[in-house]
């Protein structure tokens, strides 16, 4: 009978354990691979190519000190749900034709960025905030050329001759702020839902600097929670955390981001050292489509980015795409 007793009790706190273990919902940390490739015009121009992994803890992983911050911060809520992300990325940038070994000096100089990122957000269910400090390196050391020769090797593409010309070593700091609102929280329409989420948001550092702001609609089955999936900076701003609404959601979405911009080092060249440039412009648009579908904890999503032309001479806008996989766990 003692034995029957110890049974029961220790199989009751087996249960209580495991659910204590397992966060909330709303407090589940994510993981995203992030891809974005201009494959999808079929060029190898401009802005060819960046990749990302990031991580977002849940609001219960938050260290004390990070979610004093966001509450010492202004521009911050003063209540809502502190996470922490970490993310490494490299980005690519080349002229339109990589057989040349020197390219026009009219066309984008070659260029490649690789870095490490922190950041912090807080989510009120009105507004979010997300302030990213990126830490990293332009140039050589940002191992693009090496990248870029084992991508083309592994499709069979020429290799790519010009990166004898690309941008010096130079370390790289930015500083990113973006806050999206739920103006219009999801609403029912004929059984399906439709959200709006505007944005504002700048940069600061030597690679960007700018002011930005947009908007974007999504509308689907079972809206999940969160502002759209993640892109690479500068854009629009989506979240690698996310909720899900049951057990299946799917959604189409749409936005714009417009940018004044003081500064790109991958248009205006090296801070310190001489090294190519072009004569960029001062105001750039992203128009943007996509969709995502969330099975469980489980977000895969495509983009696709219309970009206006970014320096004088450049011969048409850019198109890209983006696929992120994201995971909750």
Same mark, same amino acid.
């Given at each position: 009978?003692?034995?029957?007793?110890?049974?029961?009790?220790?199989?009751?706190?087996?249960?209580?354990?495991?659910?204590?273990?397992?966060?909330?919902?709303?407090?589940?940390?994510?993981?995203?691979?992030?891809?974005?490739?201009?494959?999808?015009?079929?060029?190898?121009?401009?802005?060819?190519? %960046?990749?990302?992994?990031?991580?977002?803890?849940?609001?219960?992983? $938050?260290? !004390?000190? &990070?979610? +004093?911050? /966001?509450?010492?911060?202004?521009?911050?809520?003063?209540?809502?749900?502190?996470?922490?992300?970490?993310?490494?990325?490299?980005?690519?940038?080349?002229?339109?034709?990589?057989?040349?070994?020197?390219?026009?000096?009219?066309?984008?100089?070659?260029?490649?960025?690789?870095?490490?990122?922190?950041?912090?957000?807080?989510?009120?269910?009105?507004?979010?905030?997300?302030?990213?400090?990126?830490?990293?390196?332009?140039?050589?050391?940002?191992?693009?050329?090496?990248?870029?020769?084992?991508?083309?090797?592994?499709?069979?593409?020429?290799?790519?001759?010009?990166?004898?010309?690309?941008?010096?070593?130079?370390?790289?700091?930015?500083?990113?702020?973006?806050?999206?609102?739920?103006?219009?929280?999801?609403?029912?329409?004929? %059984?399906?839902?439709?959200?709006?989420?505007?944005?504002?948001?700048? $940069?600061? !550092?030597? &690679?960007? +600097?700018? /002011?930005?702001?947009?908007?974007?609609?999504?509308?689907?089955?079972?809206?999940?929670?969160?502002?759209?999936?993640?892109?690479?900076?500068?854009?629009?701003?989506?979240?690698?955390?996310?909720?899900?609404?049951?057990?299946?959601?799917?959604?189409?979405?749409?936005?714009?981001?417009?940018?004044?911009?003081?500064?790109?080092?991958?248009?205006?060249?090296?801070?310190?050292?001489?090294?190519?440039?072009?004569?960029?412009?001062?105001?750039?648009?992203?128009?943007?489509?996509?969709?995502?579908?969330?099975?469980?904890?489980?977000?895969?999503?495509?983009?696709?980015?219309?970009?206006?032309?970014?320096?004088?001479?450049?011969?048409?806008?850019?198109?890209?795409?983006?696929?992120?996989?994201?995971?909750?766990?």
């Amino acid at each position: 009978m003692k034995l029957k007793y110890g049974i029961y009790l220790g199989t009751a706190i087996l249960l209580t354990t495991a659910a204590q273990a397992t966060p909330p919902e709303s407090e589940r940390p994510a993981f995203t691979i992030l891809f974005e490739n201009d494959i999808i015009s079929n060029t190898d121009r401009d802005y060819t190519n %960046g990749v990302q992994l990031a991580y977002t803890t849940g609001p219960h992983d $938050a260290l !004390g000190w &990070v979610v +004093d911050t /966001a509450r010492f911060l202004p521009f911050f809520a003063s209540t809502g749900e502190v996470r922490t992300s970490y993310a490494l990325g490299q980005n690519m940038y080349t002229p339109k034709d990589t057989q040349l070994l020197n390219p026009p000096l009219t066309e984008r100089p070659y260029a490649g960025f690789l870095y490490g990122a922190i950041g912090l957000m807080e989510d009120n269910g009105r507004r979010l905030d997300q302030l990213q400090l990126q830490l990293g390196v332009i140039g050589p050391l940002s191992l693009a050329k090496e990248a870029q020769i084992w991508a083309h090797g592994l499709v069979h593409d020429p290799k790519p001759q010009g990166w004898a010309t690309q941008l010096r070593n130079e370390p790289a700091v930015e500083l990113i702020y973006e806050r999206s609102y739920k103006l219009i929280p999801p609403q029912s329409i004929f %059984g399906l839902y439709v959200d709006l989420e505007p944005h504002i948001g700048g $940069a600061v !550092g030597n &690679v960007y +600097d700018y /002011a930005n702001a947009g908007a974007m609609m999504r509308f689907g089955f079972n809206l999940p929670g969160g502002y759209g999936p993640m892109r690479i900076e500068p854009g629009l701003p989506g979240s690698n955390f996310f909720e899900p609404t049951g057990g299946f959601s799917a959604y189409v979405f749409a936005g714009v981001d417009g940018r004044a911009l003081a500064r790109n080092i991958f248009l205006d060249g090296n801070t310190w050292q001489t090294s190519r440039s072009v004569v960029k412009k001062n105001l750039v648009g992203d128009l943007t489509i996509g969709a995502a579908v969330i099975f469980r904890h489980v977000r895969l999503a495509f983009t696709h980015v219309y970009r206006t032309k970014e320096y004088s001479t450049q011969t048409s806008p850019d198109q890209f795409g983006a696929v992120s996989l994201s995971f909750r766990f």
